[in-house]
């Protein structure tokens, strides 16, 4: 089944990965080119080399994976005759039909062989896969790949309508697999071409639920047992690494830090503004005055209130601005803020303040370090991924009971 050697051969099928979406098989030619938007390949070149190699363009601006081939690769990037079985499909009823090394299958409705290249494989050289197509151009392209993967000496294929002509063989198979528009027209067929000595499997993949109706309709007429409808739906996840989010302690004492530095900040630009903005006024562009002159009120020009007016030290009057308690008065050599929440000296107000916010006991610097020192590095976060494959089709699952020999009789009134 395809190569098995180490390093590609001229003649052997690869799958050349793309991306996570774009493969594409190639039968290696030597002579030939493989070109596409990652670049230009010559087939010569990737004789020799292992398998699963990266492979870069002649142009330097891309490059390519070279894979050996599998049944799930083969389903990913083979070409499209019919619709095709995908993973989820093909490993549930590969599971439930019970199929191993050594079974003897029977497939109605070739395709474009997805399902089978994933039989083939799962019965082995002793096993045997009878493959069935109703159509002819099909039949001739499958036979041609199967014979080209390895694979003629483990399937036989035939051109045929088995709903009308049947099955080529009798008493033989242990499971079989329709894949057919109308099942239900091949059930007599498929339950002479079951085995009679053990019991057998039967799976109908019906895209319809009409279909699947008149399909288990004829299932309980032929005497088959057991019968279920199952619908495989693909739920892809996405893994991802990344950072903790911090925790709740850590946020709060980050809190603090801000409103720390915010506080020291506006400390700061009181007392600058304090200490160098009414030095200019008093030593700068208004005039040179005593540190002990005050600011004296005088009497209201015309229009204007009393209260609202201050004298300069200049001998100017202005508008008094609303200060409130923020008035700020020079007074001998001492500067004083009529600030109620302010202390004298907000250096000391800030290490007052921050020494009351960052004090933590032995225990607690202790646990802190404890809790850093568990969190991971790294966590892994899981979601649906957005392109998620829904229904595609149902799938029917009966049993076929082995016949009594003649003459033995059951006693149903006996307990079991």
Not at 183 to 205: M, T, V
Request: overall charge negative; charged content about 25%.
């Amino acid at each position: 089944m395809w190569s098995k050697a180490r390093e590609i051969n001229a003649g052997d099928t690869v799958i050349l990965w793309l991306t996570r979406e774009a493969l594409q098989p190639l039968t290696i030619e030597p002579g030939k080119e493989f070109n596409s938007k990652f670049g230009s390949y010559r087939h010569s070149d990737l004789v020799g080399i292992p398998y699963g190699s990266k492979i870069g363009s002649r142009t330097g601006k891309g490059f390519i994976h070279v894979l050996r081939p599998t049944p799930e690769l083969w389903t990913m990037a083979l070409p499209h005759r019919t619709q095709i079985l995908y993973l989820a499909d093909i490993a549930f009823v590969t599971s439930h039909l019970n199929i191993k090394n050594g079974s003897r299958v029977i497939e109605a409705g070739t395709g474009s062989g997805s399902f089978s290249h994933s039989v083939m494989r799962t019965i082995g050289s002793s096993g045997h896969l009878w493959s069935y197509e109703f159509h002819e151009t099909r039949a001739n392209k499958a036979r041609q790949e199967f014979l080209q993967h390895g694979l003629s000496d483990r399937v036989t294929l035939s051109h045929r309508n088995v709903c009308k002509d049947g099955f080529t063989v009798t008493d033989t198979a242990d499971a079989l697999f329709l894949d057919l528009p109308a099942p239900w027209d091949a059930i007599e067929h498929a339950k002479k071409s079951l085995r009679k000595d053990q019991i057998s499997r039967i799976c109908c993949f019906s895209p319809c639920m009409e279909q699947v109706l008149r399909t288990v309709s004829a299932l309980n007429e032929a005497g088959f047992t057991d019968i279920t409808m199952f619908e495989t739906l693909l739920r892809p996840y996405d893994i991802q690494q990344t950072t903790p989010l911090p925790t709740v302690a850590d946020v709060s004492h980050k809190l603090k830090q801000s409103e720390i530095r915010r506080e020291e900040k506006r400390q700061k630009q009181i007392a600058s503004g304090h200490r160098g903005g009414n030095l200019n006024t008093v030593n700068g562009t208004h005039g040179s005055v005593s540190l002990g002159e005050k600011r004296k009120r005088t009497t209201a020009s015309e229009g204007e209130d009393e209260d609202m007016l201050v004298e300069e030290p200049s001998g100017e009057k202005r508008a008094k601005t609303e200060e409130g308690d923020n008035t700020m008065a020079v007074e001998g050599s001492q500067v004083s803020l009529n600030l109620q929440d302010v202390p004298m000296d907000s250096t000391d107000a800030t290490s007052l303040m921050k020494a009351e916010d960052m004090e933590q006991t032995p225990d607690e610097e202790k646990n802190s370090k404890e809790e850093k020192s568990l969190q991971p590095a790294k966590i892994n976060l899981s979601k649906v991924m957005p392109e998620v494959r829904g229904h595609t089709s149902y799938l029917t699952f009966a049993c076929l009971l082995p016949t009594l020999p003649a003459g033995v009789a059951v006693d149903v009134t006996q307990e079991v």
